[in-house]
């Protein structure tokens, strides 16, 4: 019977003219309703869409006549078919680039589970096939799969666009001119040019009218290298197939969108409706709760004691000073100023706080888990524990452990962000910075957060009501790695809960730091830094009034492996930034790179900000004396574990170091002994001055290669600083990076304790050395290899990353002592096995490699 539908459709006389009337065609649709009824393999169709499909099969392909008006029909169905699938995927791919494609439509993304609801909900907005070029099963997702409705359903539901002024399905102002706006342009003119498909057909003023408009969203989406095609198509030949052929896809395109456009109304009708059902229970629930909070106050109000027998008795009120703290967070932990040297780079928390990625670690061997926390969940019990009351928090130099901590304080004090069952119904929330505590717990929150005339038995009365409420007290200790070693006792105590054993406790610690106190800890976390896509939305907002920066440092870093690697590191980050800015968009291609143009930029100001003349010397030669004087401080500082100096620490040195910009001036945290302190705002920025001073040293042959390695300190607490001496010394010499690197290697051959641990600091040294211009790190590797004369070698745990397991294979090329390789439970993907794989052909001495338990 379908067939004799289809057979009646081509009725038609010898002049190629329909004979198809109007009573023929309801004809026909009782006929398919009467099939469609009986027949369960039939695609059911409505009305509408069945008098289409009528129209197509009632089209003479074979005895079709072109003209100039169906001509131009063809053309404008061509570009909106052709062009704007083109000029759509590139808006999405600018969105979301091909390189971090495959993780924004990850089974972890936020956009899995979007997109998952529109393919398996009830009214299945995306079908099998684009399901499949979402999620391939053998290559992966390219965005040049896609066809023009899946890459309209993907730009409404998954790009963080925002619904034109005048919604999806009307034509904008012309004044309004966003992307969402020439999304929705090119929907209208397609809508507007299949109006004429009874016909076919568009007359020349109209063809002219249509094109331009329509010529003008797509260059304004897709940039002005569209502009070229689409004067070319305006005027290119086609044949009647062709244009059929564009009819076609036009009808098709119109009837895929307005089925996805009638269930995505329907879902949204669904979601308002339970929507106004929670808003009505809820409203019930309330009135419930604010009955039952009311007679709750009457039976308070009748057991309170009055305020003038409160202070008659002796009972102490602790609003007043927790409200002083939270007013301090408000205003101190609030703001961010990351660099002294550069003032007007500050901004507010919760303006460009962007989410770090913080995964639990399990507390048997440490290995990090795919569970993401996020800060209203911290104390939450899991797996490990039922009732966590400690909270480690590790991270490496720069990764946000402090912002992190900076923004809970502000969120406790500013009563944001967190669910009534977390961190805010905590009665008080002390926020302690390690490397300002100078004796005990009490003096500590003295000194940090209490008023300084303050009385001392209001005090002790605090210090009281703590150990009373110890259950609802949070003790939050930024940076146990900048603890005073004199007082690491008492804070192991209060960990271990053998001081105030009942309060809640959440330390932030470097991982070497961290190593000591994780036994001691019921929760373990990782701030791993930004993703790509959060790196990206960080940079967003920091040039959000300047785009054009923003969408030159985004490319850079979605094509550079390299900078993608550093801006991990939210720190890192930041400063590219603010390079970016300062350098007009030139960047730096390590880390090591970043910190010398950071002092670069940081001296330029200064001869700005003091009047000296433009000059085309290099700076840092230039100020060598100052910097080199400067490096020894930090060097001396971090062996003393000291961050910051007072002012007769510095002597006469201390007004001209400080005016340069590098050290923050500020008085003392300590309101016992008031005076000037000078520190370097972040740790990363002492450890790169005094690896400065390290590479002066050698440059200097004041100090050799070897006698540096020799001093085990640099590969334990001052191993940031042998790093940053790699890198730098890579920038101002290959010959002396070479030394260093075989110098590593000759320490670890007359090592028997903790070899892996030396090797995987050496391959991180090698990898600051990282540059744009050639493959140094790799020479530096085989360097390496070359010299390092053990026998065996055993990485465990995770201890390699993908970038050192390359650099390990590079070195392994060449070495002829290595006969044994334990890499087991380390993370290989399918590129590192690919570089072992290679160097095993080569080397012949190694004979066994362990790779149990690896994962990629």
């Known amino acids: 019977m379908r067939g004799e539908v289809v057979e009646m459709g081509y009725l038609w006389n010898t002049q190629g003219t329909s004979l198809l009337t109007e009573d023929g065609v309801q004809i026909l649709w009782s006929v398919y309703k009467n099939i469609g009824t009986e027949d369960k393999n039939l695609k059911p169709l409505t009305e509408k869409d069945f008098l289409v499909d009528v129209i197509v099969m009632a089209t003479p392909s074979l005895l079709f006549t072109s003209s100039k008006e169906t001509t131009n029909y063809a053309r404008l169905c061509r570009l909106l078919v052709d062009v704007g699938s083109q000029v759509l995927r590139s808006a999405f791919d600018k969105i979301h680039p091909p390189a971090t494609l495959p993780i924004v439509l990850g089974k972890t993304s936020v956009h899995h589970a979007t997109l998952q609801s529109l393919y398996t909900g009830k009214k299945k907005v995306l079908n099998p096939t684009q399901w499949k070029k979402l999620y391939p099963l053998r290559s992966p997702v390219s965005s040049t799969t896609f066809d023009i409705t899946l890459l309209t359903v993907l730009l409404r539901n998954i790009c963080g666009l925002s619904p034109p002024a005048t919604g999806w399905d009307h034509l904008p102002p012309d004044t309004n001119k966003s992307i969402t706006d020439d999304i929705a342009r090119i929907k209208y003119y397609r809508n507007t040019v299949y109006g004429h498909a009874s016909q076919a057909s568009v007359d020349d003023t109209g063809f002219s009218s249509y094109w331009k408009e329509i010529r003008e969203a797509l260059v304004r989406l897709g940039g002005a290298r569209f502009r070229a095609d689409i004067d070319n198509l305006e005027h290119d030949c086609m044949d009647p197939d062709i244009e059929q052929h564009y009819r076609e896809l036009m009808i098709q395109w119109k009837k895929d969108d307005d089925s996805i456009k009638d269930k995505l109304e329907e879902m949204e009708e669904v979601i ?11 409203e019930t629930k309330l009135t419930r709760m604010e009955i039952e909070l009311k007679e709750l106050k009457e039976k308070l109000g009748k ?14 009120d602790s609003t007043e000073l927790i409200d002083g703290i939270c007013q301090l967070y408000k205003t101190r932990e609030g703001w961010l100023s990351p660099f002294p040297w550069c003032e007007e780079f500050q901004f507010f928390v919760g303006d460009i706080f962007t989410r770090l990625k913080v995964v ?11 569970k993401i926390i996020t800060m209203s969940s911290l104390l939450n019990p899991h797996e490990e524990c039922s009732e966590p009351r400690t909270v480690l928090i590790e991270g490496k130099p720069g990764m946000g452990k402090t912002t992190y901590c900076k923004k809970c304080v502000y969120d406790w004090a500013t009563k944001e962000n967190f669910p009534q069952d977390c961190v805010s119904s905590m009665k008080a929330v002390l926020f302690l910075k390690c490397r300002d505590i100078k004796s005990g717990i009490w003096e500590a929150i003295d000194d940090q957060l209490l008023p300084q005339d303050l009385e001392e038995g209001v005090k002790e009365q605090f210090f009281q009501f703590i150990r009373d409420n110890q259950s609802s007290i949070l003790l939050i200790l930024d940076g146990l790695d900048e603890l005073p070693s004199s007082n690491v006792p008492w804070i192991s105590e209060l960990i271990e809960g053998r001081l105030l054993p009942k309060c809640y406790i959440v330390a932030t610690a470097r991982h070497e730091a961290g190593v000591k106190v994780r036994k001691c800890c019921d929760t373990l976390l990782e701030v791993e830094g930004f993703t790509e896509a959060q790196a990206q939305e960080f940079i967003a907002k920091y040039f959000r009034e300047k785009s054009e920066l923003a969408e030159k440092l985004s490319v850079r870093i979605s094509r550079d492996g390299n900078l993608a690697e550093m801006c991990a590191n939210p720190l890192n980050a930041a400063l590219l930034c603010l390079l970016c800015e300062e350098f007009g968009g030139t960047l730096p291609e390590n880390r090591a790179k970043l910190y010398l143009d950071m002092i670069e930029c940081v001296l330029r100001r200064y001869r700005i ?17 100052q910097l080199k004087t400067l490096g ?6 971090l062996i003393d574990e000291k961050l910051d100096f007072e002012e007769d620490e510095l002597g006469k040195l201390a007004s001209g170091l400080a005016a340069f910009g590098f050290l923050s001036v500020h008085l003392g945290a300590s309101k016992l002994r008031p005076s000037l302190h000078y520190a370097f705002l972040h740790k990363s920025f002492q450890e790169c001055f005094a690896a400065f001073y390290v590479c002066c040293e050698i440059q200097d042959k004041q100090i050799t290669p070897e006698e540096l390695v020799s001093d085990t300190r640099y590969f334990i607490e001052l191993k940031q600083v042998l790093l940053f001496s790699c890198g730098i010394l890579a920038e101002w010499s290959d010959q002396q990076a070479a030394a260093l690197v075989t110098s590593m290697a000759d320490r670890v051959g007359i090592l028997h304790h903790h070899i892996s641990w030396h090797v995987r600091v050496s391959l991180e040294a090698i990898n600051e050395c990282k540059r744009k211009k050639d493959d140094f790190h790799l020479k530096l590797a085989r360097c390496f290899g070359y010299n390092m004369t053990k026998r065996m070698l055993n990485f465990k745990r995770r201890s390699l990353s993908k970038e050192l397991t390359i650099i390990l294979s590079e070195a392994i090329k060449v070495n002829k002592t290595l006969t044994y390789l334990g890499l087991c439970s380390n993370r290989i993907g399918d590129a590192d096995a690919t570089s072992i794989a290679e160097a095993i052909k080569v080397n012949k001495a190694l004979t066994k490699i362990k790779l149990g338990q690896v994962s990629a």
């Not at 057991?303 to 102490?316: D, H, I, L, M, R």
Request: charged letters at 35%; one cysteine or more; glycine letters at 8%.
């Open 272 to 282: 308002k409706q339970s929507l106004e059902q929670m808003r009505g229970e809820m």
């Open 360 to 370: 639990r670690r399990k507390k048997t061997r440490g290995v990090i888990t795919d």
């Open 609 to 625: 900000k003091t009047e000296l003349p433009d000059t085309k010397e290099d700076l840092t030669n230039l100020y060598k004396s």
């Open 303 to 316: 057991q309170t004691v009055s305020a003038s027998e409160c202070k008659n008795g002796g009972v102490f």
């Open 632 to 637: 020894l401080i930090a060097r001396n500082g």
